[in-house]
């Protein structure tokens, strides 16, 4: 009997283990909400950031590309970000390299691309994985169906961007033929700051 005692209690010890490997999904009330704040990712620069510190702030989330047909978005993120920023709007920029290998440059040269070529001023986060089995946890949690099966599934293509309100919750999804700066994209921005 003690045996049994022993393997439950370790099941049970396992499974509140599992639990606490999502980001966060131990601290948070009433499922996934806000969950977004309890990711830590290294910036462009090497260093880890908390997405918490983001709180209280509107995000556009954006898998992005230096060699993509798409790049060119990289201006409008930053009018983008530059006219809303005061109003508490952060874009958030995530290189990768998942389609059509149209981001092959290290850190650093993604940084200077960005800073020479479009002048981008939003933080830029190290190169990650938003596709495949070695997709960033952050993009697990953004693509799941249980985070919120409205904005759900893999990303396509690089320039997705995920639109996260003031509380956390993704608010919008738009495809990367959506134009940072079109009316769309701008009228949930706006229906995020309000």
Request: with cysteine; charged share 25%.
């Amino acid at each position: 009997m003690k045996t049994k005692l022993s393997v439950v209690l370790g099941l049970l010890f396992v499974g509140a283990s599992l639990l606490k490997a999502w980001p966060g999904e131990e601290s948070v009330k009433g499922g996934k909400q806000a969950m977004i704040y309890n990711f830590a990712l290294k910036n462009i620069d090497g260093k880890e950031v908390s997405l918490s510190q983001y709180r209280g702030k509107a995000l556009l989330v954006v898998n992005v590309a230096s060699q993509c047909g798409y790049t060119p978005q990289y201006e409008g993120l930053q009018k983008v970000y530059a006219k809303y920023k005061d109003r508490g709007l952060v874009v958030l920029g995530f290189p990768a390299n998942n389609f059509g290998a149209q981001e092959p440059g290290t850190d650093q040269e993604i940084k200077t691309f960005c800073s020479t070529r479009f002048n981008v001023t939003f933080p830029m986060f190290s190169k990650i994985s938003v596709k495949g089995p070695d997709k960033h946890p952050l993009y697990q949690y953004l693509t799941d169906a249980t985070t919120d099966p409205k904005f759900a599934g893999e990303i396509k293509w690089n320039f997705n961007k995920f639109l996260i309100d003031k509380q956390g919750n993704i608010a919008a999804r738009f495809d990367s033929k959506d134009a940072p700066e079109s009316e769309t994209v701008v009228a949930a921005i706006e229906k995020a700051l309000n």
